[in-house]
């Protein structure tokens, strides 16, 4: 029977989830999706994400993929229960080529650092001098890759420069967005630990670029994971199952 493709796009609040990828005896977000699925069609389908975020990192637009051997309607996936705080946004078919992960040109996250808050991580009474933190970033400007940004992992492939950056301010409050064509393990946490350290003094500003440049495993701070959030996940136009999905 021919295989038909979907794909679908969701969003979650990471405390209610031990991450993306399934692990025995843990609520997981491919757990959820593969086991939603199953009671809808009787049969097991493997999922495959965008983004394999951490236990307790959040996302407002992450996307799965998956093949099966029968037609469903998307608005039986959109029906799809995934429990927690799991809500499905968008869903349709999408070319045999397409895939979740594979497939993407870029993503981008957010990471928010404010007190008081469960999305974010509370730096407590310092007073963080956020100019000096954008100074650390602006150094990383032209660097190849960001190979010391990456926590040790399997993949080999230094992760490759950022696309874009912001760092804003207000009051207490602070958000640091990026973009980039591909992430390593841990590299926006790690990146919002030391721009963390920058802003609170314990570190100057050129030791980011420094760090960055370097092949040697992640020795720094790592921000907490409920302050990062998964935004968007960008796709060539022609592969894009969500283009005229409303956002």
Do not use: C
């Not at 890759?145 to 696309?163: I, K, M, N, Q």
């Not at 760092?167 to 790690?190: C, M, P, W």
């Amino acid at each position: 029977m021919e295989r038909r493709f979907h794909a679908l796009r969701l969003s979650y609040d990471g405390a209610a989830f031990r991450g993306w990828q399934r692990q025995p005896g843990a609520t997981t977000v491919q757990a959820a999706i593969e086991d939603a699925l199953a009671s809808l069609l009787g049969e097991r389908v493997v999922v495959h994400g965008a983004a394999r975020t951490d236990a307790g990192v959040h996302a407002d637009a992450q996307v799965a993929s998956f093949a099966l051997r029968r037609a469903v309607a998307a608005q039986d996936l959109l029906g799809l229960s995934l429990g927690g705080s799991a809500r499905l946004t968008a869903a349709g078919p999408v070319q045999p080529s397409f895939h979740a992960r594979a497939s993407a040109t870029g993503k981008r996250y957010r990471y928010r650092f404010a007190p008081g808050s469960l999305s974010a991580w509370d730096l407590g009474s310092a007073r963080p001098d956020w100019d000096r933190a954008r100074a650390g970033l602006q150094a990383l400007r032209g660097l190849p890759h960001l190979a010391g940004l990456a926590s040790p992992a399997r993949a080999r492939t230094p992760a490759p420069p950022l696309r874009e950056w912001e760092l804003t301010a207000d009051g207490d409050a602070a958000e640091l967005t990026v973009f980039a064509s591909a992430f390593r393990k841990h590299q926006i946490r790690n990146l919002a630990g030391h721009l963390a350290a920058i802003a609170l003094g314990f570190a100057q500003p050129e030791s980011l670029a420094r760090l960055a440049a370097s092949h040697r495993p992640w020795h720094g701070a790592t921000a907490p994971p409920h302050g990062l959030t998964l935004l968007e996940v960008h796709y060539p136009r022609q592969l894009d199952p969500f283009r005229h999905a409303p956002p």
